[in-house]
């Protein structure tokens, strides 16, 4: 059974540019959850899909968005980068939206400069 | 918000001790998770707990949701090299609408002498 797929490993980008992540989930899992991962903060909640619909948001400025498709597959949105978006972006698939079972992509690394 | 207080931030320790660490907060949380993170990789869940008192294994590896929902704490017994990694806790905050909406801890870092 494949993992979570996240797309780019890794990027570079500077201030000012937008960066769109891609993750693809295990088969069968409906939700996707993205989780942001900083030496400073640790993990922090970015946001949830289920069935194509987002039903939890973290504390991130409106410049973070996402979206999911019809088949699971989901994507998230960073526009006007600044340099404290550098961070490792984790998507994490589950089957529903209940357990906290989650399981987690290798991530995105974003390096803003 | 929620936060979660893990320690102790590392340890260090020889091949074969036994480890334990826990996390504490001021809220109540519904489930505590315990993952581990291995370098260039996301998280693993290891050990997943849902009732106050709950005592589960999983191999070497022992957790314990705590009796007023406010804190857990991991056990790893007979440690081996390949236990070297961050380990996480994580709960479900009362009220967060989502299982998929975790607190983490700030990470316990393990280091395994052979």
């Known amino acids: 059974k494949a993992g979570v797929t996240q797309t780019p490993r890794y990027l570079i980008k500077t201030r000012g540019q937008q960066v769109t992540l891609s993750c693809s989930p295990i088969?069968?899992?409906?939700?996707v959850s993205w989780y942001q991962q900083t030496p400073g903060q640790g993990l922090q909640f970015l946001f949830e899909?289920?069935?194509?619909?987002?039903?939890n948001k973290g504390n991130f400025p409106g410049r973070f968005s996402g979206r999911q498709f019809s088949n699971s597959r989901s994507e998230m949105n960073v526009s006007t980068l600044e340099l404290g978006d550098s961070a490792l972006y984790l998507c994490?698939?589950?089957?529903?939206?209940?357990?906290?079972?989650?399981?987690f992509g290798e991530g995105s690394r974003l390096t803003v400069l | 918000g929620q936060q979660l207080n893990q320690s102790p931030q590392s340890m260090f320790i020889q091949e074969g001790e036994d480890v334990s660490m826990n996390c504490t907060s001021s809220?109540?949380?519904?489930?505590w998770l315990w993952y581990k993170q291995d370098p260039g990789e996301g998280p693993v869940l290891l050990i997943a707990?849902?009732?106050?008192?709950e005592l589960t294994s999983n191999g070497r590896l022992t957790a314990q949701f705590g009796i007023t929902r406010k804190d857990s704490f991991l056990n790893i017994s007979a440690s081996i090299p390949s236990d070297v990694g961050i380990y996480f806790c994580?709960?479900?905050?009362?009220?967060?609408?989502?299982?998929?909406?975790?607190?983490f801890g700030e990470g316990t870092q393990l280091t395994v002498n052979p």
């Open positions: 707990l849902y009732k106050a008192g």
């Open positions: 994580a709960g479900q905050p009362l009220g967060s609408g989502s299982g998929s909406r975790l607190t």
């Open positions: 809220s109540i949380f519904n489930t």
């Open positions: 088969s069968g899992h409906r939700s």
């Open positions: 899909y289920f069935s194509e619909t987002q039903r």
């Open positions: 994490a698939s589950s089957r529903d939206s209940v357990t906290g079972e989650l399981f």
